[in-house]
């Protein structure tokens, strides 16, 4: 099955410079790492934990209870991390990319489209909200939450990469927003 089925006609990527094929393959070489147990287990507690972006609502959620000072700024931080999700389903919703075919996923998925990964957007944006706020940890577990997403075999790196992007850009648009009330 094509990877790009669903993005209309667009011609054939293969063209330039082989970018359809890489995506596969380095989709591939992430998927092999799987066949760790350690690895895959560690990318399937990532997988539900961030799905519909509850791990980083939770988050959000914990910081505003526990940063009474700056409680407002979390909560619009969550807010933000939230509509970054919410955008990245609409996105889905029009491109219609489906999901990798030509390896075997380690996980169910709650839809069938693949791009951009909402998993890659809610995570990059609580990355940005929640590291602005002195959340330090919260990075270094986006990032393995991206990564992820390729281990269990159901994003391409482009669906990833976009995802990040728009969390990142999201949360950037919101910063002044957020930080705006941090007096609260």
Same mark, same amino acid.
């Given at each position: 099955?094509?990877?790009?089925?669903?993005f209309g006609?667009l011609?054939?990527?293969?063209?330039?410079?082989?970018?359809?094929g890489?995506?596969?393959?380095?989709?591939?070489?992430?998927?092999?790492?799987?066949?760790?147990?350690r690895v895959?287990?560690?990318a399937?507690?990532?997988?539900?934990t961030?799905?519909?972006?509850?791990?980083?609502?939770?988050?959000?959620?914990?910081?505003?209870?526990?940063?009474?000072a700056?409680r407002?700024a979390?909560?619009?931080?969550?807010a933000l991390?939230?509509g970054?999700?919410?955008v990245?389903?609409?996105?889905?919703?029009?491109?219609?990319?489906p999901r990798?075919?030509?390896?075997?996923?380690l996980?169910?998925t709650?839809?069938?489209?693949?791009?951009?990964?909402? $998993?890659?957007?809610s995570?990059?944006a =609580?990355?940005?909200?929640? @590291? /602005? #706020?002195? +959340?330090r940890a919260?990075p270094p577990?986006?990032?393995?939450?991206?990564v992820?997403?390729?281990?269990?075999?159901? $994003?391409?790196?482009s669906?990833?990469? =976009?995802?990040?992007a728009l @969390? /990142? #850009?999201? +949360?950037?648009?919101?910063?002044?927003?957020?930080?705006?009330?941090?007096?609260?």
């Amino acid at each position: 099955m094509d990877p790009l089925d669903g993005f209309g006609d667009l011609g054939d990527l293969d063209d330039f410079g082989g970018f359809c094929g890489l995506d596969r393959r380095i989709l591939s070489a992430f998927r092999e790492y799987g066949a760790d147990p350690r690895v895959a287990g560690t990318a399937r507690a990532l997988s539900r934990t961030g799905e519909h972006g509850a791990l980083w609502l939770v988050a959000g959620l914990a910081g505003a209870a526990v940063d009474g000072a700056r409680r407002g700024a979390w909560l619009r931080g969550t807010a933000l991390v939230a509509g970054a999700h919410l955008v990245s389903m609409g996105v889905k919703r029009v491109v219609r990319r489906p999901r990798p075919t030509h390896v075997e996923p380690l996980v169910p998925t709650a839809g069938r489209h693949s791009f951009p990964s909402s $998993h890659a957007t809610s995570a990059a944006a =609580a990355a940005v909200a929640f @590291g /602005a #706020l002195g +959340a330090r940890a919260v990075p270094p577990f986006a990032t393995a939450m991206c990564v992820s997403r390729l281990v269990v075999g159901v $994003h391409y790196p482009s669906d990833v990469a =976009a995802g990040a992007a728009l @969390g /990142a #850009l999201t +949360a950037c648009a919101g910063a002044r927003w957020m930080r705006g009330g941090a007096h609260d």
